[in-house]
């Protein structure tokens, strides 16, 4: 989990910020159950020997319904934007077909 979360984090940093909101949701997803655990452990559950995980992976999977439908968590976009400009060596801009777009200026080398 733990790794997941750095890489997570990581791609938040290093991406574009039409893509921030992707990213969010998969920590947040990804946090609920686990704070739901330790709060479990901790014994600061409103009901007593009632692990509260199980209905914090309802609010995961809520938070991923919206990615998808709302940020567009299964997009193919980011995949391809980072393919294209990985390989280019002088700039580009890139609008979709939902007038979203996407530059990249790279100094040429000589």
Do not use: C
């Amino acid at each position: 989990m733990v790794v997941g979360l750095v890489i997570i984090v990581e791609a938040l940093f290093h991406s574009h910020r039409l893509f921030w909101g992707q990213s969010i949701a998969m920590m947040a997803s990804a946090m609920a159950p686990w704070l739901a655990n330790v709060i479990f452990f901790a014994g600061v559950t409103p009901v007593a020997y009632l692990d509260p995980t199980p209905f914090a992976f309802l609010i995961s999977v809520g938070v991923l319904w919206w990615a998808v439908y709302d940020v567009r968590l299964l997009d193919i976009t980011p995949v391809a934007l980072k393919a294209i400009f990985g390989n280019i060596t002088s700039g580009i801009i890139v609008q979709d077909a939902e007038s979203r777009w996407w530059h990249r200026m790279r100094q040429q080398r000589t």
